[in-house]
């Protein structure tokens, strides 16, 4: 099995497309291999699994962890299509409130990796989706912040006009007020 690492403008963020193999049973696919990742320069150990369903409309984010318990995520949409995006939030980082986003279905078997230092949102552009990611730090929920979905120094493109919010994806501060505490070193 074979994996593709494509690093996207902003290089921490990368994207993994997988080798699938198809007959009239379905299909097989290898979503995650520490082996192959570390040997592409990802050497996060996950420790929690999470699924998420959501309809058509719907815009989680854009949600991160203080960095006492930042986590580092892999994305997949196992059902459906999605819109996924990463903005650096770390202070001094050459790319700070810069995003990048891609698609990622059922049907291109994508993958986005998410360092941490990143906060990450999606919206849901099927009618419905499922997303599984693997995080490489416990939910927090103490240690959760978010950073208002359409902040206008962020700007980012999303596809959907009128996004189904949760109220605290509505009222979460601008990038310039969010409590932030990654810092940008380059050997990282």
Known sequence: MGFIFRKL?????????????SDD?????ENFKMSSFVSNG?????????????????????????????QAKLVSALRGKIFDVAVDIRKNSPTFGQWVGEILSDQNHKSLYIPEGFAHGFC????EADVFYKASNEY??????????????INIMWPIDMPILQKKDSTSPLLKNADIDFIYTKDK
């Open 140 to 153: 927090s929920p103490e240690d959760q912040r978010g950073i208002i979905w359409n902040d206008s120094q």
């Open 25 to 29: 049973r379905g299909f097989f696919l």
């Open 124 to 127: 849901v552009l099927s009618e």
């Open 9 to 21: 403008s902003i290089p921490e963020v990368i994207v993994i497309e997988t080798q699938s193999f």
């Open 42 to 70: 990802i050497n996060t150990k996950f420790v929690q699994d999470n699924f998420i369903h959501s309809v058509k409309g719907v815009l989680r984010g854009l949600h991160y962890q203080k960095k006492i318990k930042a």
